[in-house]
Structures are given as structure tokens and as C-alpha cells.
């Protein structure tokens, strides 16, 4: 265990700075701040990285793309949490950690173009 507590440690550095490049990135665009570890299920204890309750919106933020099998994000009980939140009603954004490395405005912006849609009268109903 003590052989990749290091590297357990340097994922968690890399998540975290991606994290925060994405929670900058959205406060200087003027966006509502988000809930971090949001608890969206009553009788589970699934979490998104970041949501917008009132717009039930979430952002997952994928690590461990260079995990065997992709991590913990490639599996079926992750499968199982984001199909659960689209029963409830949860429209769920999925950025790798290299989509906020490679294009961090970009996943900015897409963020914000829900919210906007989900902020104006008849949200999800047909355009």
C-alpha cells in the first residue's frame, strides 16, 4: 500500500487543480456557484462533483482515464448512479480530466449554455 500511496496522492493533486480550474472558470463567466459533493439520492450515497440543484444540473469530473478499464468512472455501478439521477431528473455533464486540460472554456461554456437553457421558461421542453 505504501507504493502507491504516492501516486494515489499525485491523482489526487491532479483532480483537485482540475476541479478548481473548472470552479474558477465558471466564477469569472458570472455563473451561480456550485454545490460541491452534492448528495442528489435519498437512500444512496451517490455524490456529484458539482451541481446546480435548482436547475438540476450536474458536472462529473472523470479521473483516472489512465487506470485500467478507465477507473471507477468506466463501470457499472457508475452506470447505475448516473441512470438513477436521470429517473430524477438530473441532466449530468461529463468532462474527462483531459477535456478541462485541453479545453477548459470549452467545458466552461457548456456549462453555462445549460444553465441558460434551464433557466429560461419551458426548460426541456421541446425548442
Known amino acids: 500500500?505504501?507504493?502507491r500511496a504516492p501516486r494515489y496522492q499525485a491523482g489526487q493533486a491532479i483532480a483537485e487543480r482540475r476541479t478548481t480550474t473548472l470552479l474558477l472558470?465558471?466564477?469569472?463567466?458570472g455563473l451561480p456557484p456550485p454545490q460541491l459533493e452534492y448528495r442528489f439520492h435519498s437512500e444512496r450515497r451517490w455524490r456529484f462533483d458539482l451541481a446546480w440543484p435548482e436547475?438540476?444540473?450536474a458536472v462529473e469530473l472523470d479521473?483516472?482515464?489512465w487506470l485500467a478499464r478507465g477507473g471507477r468512472h468506466n463501470t457499472d455501478a457508475d452506470r447505475e448512479k448516473?441512470?438513477?439521477a436521470a429517473v430524477l431528473g438530473w441532466r449530468v455533464l461529463r468532462f474527462s480530466g483531459q477535456m478541462i486540460e485541453r479545453d477548459p472554456w470549452?467545458?466552461?461554456d457548456l456549462v453555462?449554455?445549460?444553465i441558460l437553457h434551464f433557466s429560461l421558461p419551458n426548460a426541456?421542453?421541446?425548442t
Do not use: P, V
Not at 472558470?25 to 463567466?29: G, T
Open 63 to 65: 479521473g483516472g482515464e
Open 1 to 3: 500500500m505504501t507504493e
Open 82 to 84: 448516473l441512470n438513477h
Open 25 to 29: 472558470l465558471l466564477r469569472s463567466a
Open 106 to 108: 470549452g467545458c466552461r
Open 55 to 57: 436547475y438540476r444540473l
Open 124 to 126: 426541456g421542453g421541446e
Open 112 to 114: 453555462a449554455a445549460a
